[in-house]
């Protein structure tokens, strides 16, 4: 995912280190299994544009920009995504 989100932004780095500290790392992963066999729950992104629906939100928010303004415009264009 970082190296998709250096993508799409253009711009940042990273450095892999292995830290074993780090416990629930192993214990805290997402799975929609249950979810998608249960409720017939399905995602209506894919992965990059989950990332540039986040990556947005958070450079808007960075840059001053008019949170409740921005966050309900992603949301209209999230809906309208859907028809």
């Known amino acids: 995912m970082i190296r998709k989100s250096i993508e799409i932004t253009g711009r940042g780095e990273y450095t ?18 249950k979810a998608k066999t249960i409720l017939g729950w399905k995602p209506m992104l894919n992965l990059e544009e989950n990332l540039r629906f986040t990556l947005d939100w958070y450079d808007a928010h960075y840059t001053n920009q008019q949170m409740p303004a921005f966050t309900d415009a992603q949301i209209d264009l999230f809906f309208s995504r859907l028809v």
């Open 16 to 33: 892999i280190q292995s830290n074993t500290s780090l416990h629930e790392a192993a214990l805290l992963k997402l799975d929609t299994a």
